[in-house]
């Protein structure tokens, strides 16, 4: 945990943003000087460095291949064909293509859906918090194996479909160390080769917290890098259009977009307000965000802000998946309709109306935050006899 | 453009050829016309009586009253190898209607050089489509929903060497020197199938969004 979080601590120094104004980052469109020091025409978006080492959790390949079994098998969920590519497939940047989703408790109807659009596991490796409210922790672990006791993987037999927001970790914790040791006992050398234990002697928690380890291991291959931004950001003027140049003009000035979408992951990981979810008469929203967590009224219908690698491939966006165009999200940000909500992000008064023109120079721009194809693009059917 | 990579690269050989060019005479380069053909897609819907079934991405089965989708609008669109759904214009559209059979054919009225192409369909069948949507930018549609269907396929063989991949849910066509098309029917599957019958009903299929 510790290594995690001091590997971390590059990211967070590049991604302290709040005091930059756009006067301090734009520079002519012409001319995009290399900083000698970096070696790099913006600095503050840098690329991505490699992913940390984890003392705690120390990479080999044995590991990796069993988070990649428990990523796919759908043995481990309720109905035996969930698994986690249903919602994070790893051909579709690790996210659903969906606005929300099915979990598999209420498999096989359609109803009732997850209420929130499930995020991209790109980067998730360097992200100091998860999901849209920033909930469950920090701790990667427990997130990689929380699914397990939700609704999504519905490890946890006995809670009804309606119930679909209900979680228990205990009884999914039992569920799941019978599935590995009794249902698909072929796990028990599995988790031997990647973590030198034998499960069967260990406590529900133990196997549970090597399970998100070994799913931790498996997405650190869940990586949006070398985009053409960052060949161009290193000094090849050949990697970016000269839309997409002006798109990060307009990225670092009129729209103020890095205000939020800072440093090398192009999120500063604070909740904001942008009037996706606004209050009725009574003040209550279709979903509060991150006042669920904080119970703080200025937390109330704001948002985690989501990193912006590859970005152009993971519509629908917001934590609703309300829009499925990426120029209708910047026509809101930029729009009074982004200051609607009474409780709105002051960030938001900052940002300037942009033409058409500067919209599709900024798209260009966000197009060209487009990682390099993944070699852990692959489909559960060309797994299937890769498993346990 | 590879479009016109064939002129361009005969014009260059002309020059290149050491014949000398009067330009004052102003003789035009040699093009050559590269032969376009045509694409399309076929969708078809196989029913059960008046019930259609699909599957979502989590491979389980939805059966739906088949009257759900007729008369509902579908769109379909062509576009260039790689581009991202919501994001990238395609080269062309086409509004329709979902006939009584459940079946309809997408043929863009333009030619096309030979290459890779990616096409998609969506019916709207749940989520609300107005006037103003058809009539305005695909960019603007909304995102299929409410047991909308979308074309989709798992089957990545399609994808040649120095092509770039497809988004999820488009097909990808490569039009060589004929007229090519696709065919999406509504496939499912369930665990007493084989691997390969899986996957085969998440070859050019339709999936059904919640």
Not at chain 1, 146 to 164: C, H, Q, Y
Not at chain 1, 244 to 272: E, I, Q, T, Y
Not at chain 1, 284 to 296: A, I, N, Q, W
Not at chain 2, 153 to 160: G, H
């Amino acid at each position: 945990m510790k290594a995690r979080l001091l590997g971390l601590g590059f990211i967070a120094v590049l991604s302290c943003n709040t005091e930059t104004t756009s006067e301090q980052v734009v520079t002519t469109p012409e001319e995009w000087p290399i900083d000698p020091v970096s070696g790099l025409r913006v600095p503050a978006h840098a690329p991505l460095p490699p992913v940390p080492e984890w003392a705690d959790n120390p990479f080999n390949e044995a590991k990796r291949k069993l988070g990649r079994a428990l990523f796919f098998d759908p043995r481990l969920s309720s109905s035996g064909s969930g698994n986690c590519p249903a919602c994070h497939a790893s051909f579709d940047a690790f996210q659903s293509g969906g606005i929300v989703d099915i979990p598999d408790r209420s498999f096989p109807n359609l109803e009732p859906k997850l209420t929130r659009n499930a995020p991209s596991l790109l980067n998730l490796v360097y992200a100091p918090v998860f999901r849209w409210d920033g909930s469950h922790g920090r701790d990667l672990y427990e997130q990689m194996a929380l699914p397990f006791a939700e609704s999504n993987m519905n490890l946890t037999p006995g809670i009804p479909a309606e119930d679909v927001h209900h979680v228990d970790i205990p009884l999914a914790q039992v569920e799941l160390n019978r599935r590995l040791t009794e249902v698909v006992p072929g796990y028990i050398a599995w988790f031997d080769a990647a973590f030198d234990v034998d499960i069967t002697e260990e406590s529900l928690e133990e196997v549970w917290i090597l399970s998100g380890k070994a799913l931790a291991t498996y997405i650190r291959g869940a990586v949006s890098k070398n985009s053409a931004f960052d060949r161009w950001n290193a000094g090849d003027d050949s990697a970016m259009s000269e839309a997409a140049v002006r798109g990060l003009k307009v990225f670092l000035g009129k729209g103020r977009c890095n205000f939020c979408h800072a440093g090398p992951l192009f999120s500063d990981f604070l909740f904001h307000n942008l009037s996706l979810s606004l209050p009725d008469e009574n003040g209550d929203r279709p979903d509060e965000g991150r006042y669920g967590v904080t119970g703080k009224e200025e937390d109330r219908g704001a948002f985690l802000t989501p990193m912006l690698r590859s970005v152009t491939q993971t519509a629908p966006y917001f934590h609703d998946g309300s829009f499925g165009s990426i120029r209708r999200v910047i026509r809101h940000i930029v729009s009074d309709a982004s200051r609607k909500d009474p409780n709105y992000s002051p960030v938001l008064d900052q940002v300037e109306e942009l033409t058409d023109e500067e919209i599709e120079d900024l798209v260009q721009f966000l197009k060209a935050l487009k990682g390099e194809e993944l070699p852990t693009s692959v489909t559960s059917f060309a797994l299937q006899d890769e498993l346990p | 453009m590879k479009k016109f990579f064939a002129s361009a690269f005969l014009a260059t050989a002309v020059v290149g050829c050491g014949g000398e060019i009067d330009t004052e005479v102003g003789q035009p380069a040699v093009e050559i016309e590269t032969e376009k053909f045509r694409l399309s897609m076929k969708t078809k819907f196989h029913t059960e009586g008046e019930l259609v079934k699909f599957m979502t991405a989590s491979a389980s089965v939805v059966t739906v009253e088949s009257e759900f989708y007729r008369g509902k609008p579908w769109v379909a669109m062509v576009f260039e190898p790689g581009a991202e759904p919501g994001v990238d214009l395609p080269l062309h559209h086409e509004w329709g209607v979902v006939p009584d059979n459940l079946e309809f054919d997408y043929s863009p009225d333009m030619d096309f050089e030979p290459g890779a192409y990616d096409m998609v369909a969506m019916i709207y069948a749940g989520t609300e489509v107005t006037p103003e949507m058809i009539s305005g930018s695909v960019l603007d549609l909304p995102f299929p929903a409410n047991k909308d269907v979308t074309t989709f396929t798992l089957d990545q063989s399609s994808i040649k060497e120095k092509d770039p991949d497809f988004a999820p849910g488009m097909i990808r066509v490569n039009l060589g020197t004929t007229n090519t098309g696709v065919v999406c029917e509504n496939r499912w599957s369930t665990e007493e199938h084989s691997e390969e019958e899986r996957f085969a009903s998440f070859t050019n299929t339709y999936l059904i969004l919640p």
